[in-house]
């Protein structure tokens, strides 16, 4: 069972910067890709960052792009989401999932397999 678990969420006035990590327990299963997702309040999930394991291979949503920045660390058991330049319609829960079947829905959250329990950004 992959046991995943966000940190570092918080509140944070508009152009600030947060740094997210999710670590990842021991997993027998391949992983294709680590992602955050995000879901604001009436809002569907949506996909915000993925890499690719093992790769520096990144996908991020328009919305992100040249602010937010996804890494792992070498060993490949926790994820961060590093986030600059924060606006209000960044305000959302932020979960952190892996994919064991690919990375080509990577926007999809139906192609993640385990999901984190959600850390709460707010920007104010």
């Known amino acids: 069972h992959v046991q995943l678990v966000e940190s570092g969420g918080g509140s944070v006035q508009a152009g600030g910067s947060l740094r997210l990590s999710c670590s990842l327990s021991e997993c027998d299963v391949t992983i294709s890709c680590m992602g955050w997702f995000r879901q604001a309040p009436g809002k569907e999930r949506e996909g915000v960052a993925v890499v690719v394991s093992g790769t520096y291979v990144t996908f991020y949503a328009d919305s992100v792009k040249g602010r937010f920045t996804i890494s792992q660390d070498s060993a490949g058991t926790t994820l961060f989401l590093q986030m600059n330049s924060l606006k209000p319609e960044d305000t959302a829960l932020y979960y952190c999932?892996?994919?064991?079947?690919?990375?080509?829905?990577?926007?999809?959250?139906?192609?993640?397999?385990?999901w984190g329990q959600g850390t709460q950004v707010t920007v104010s």
């Open positions: 999932a892996v994919a064991f079947g690919g990375c080509s829905a990577w926007y999809a959250d139906w192609a993640f397999n385990y």
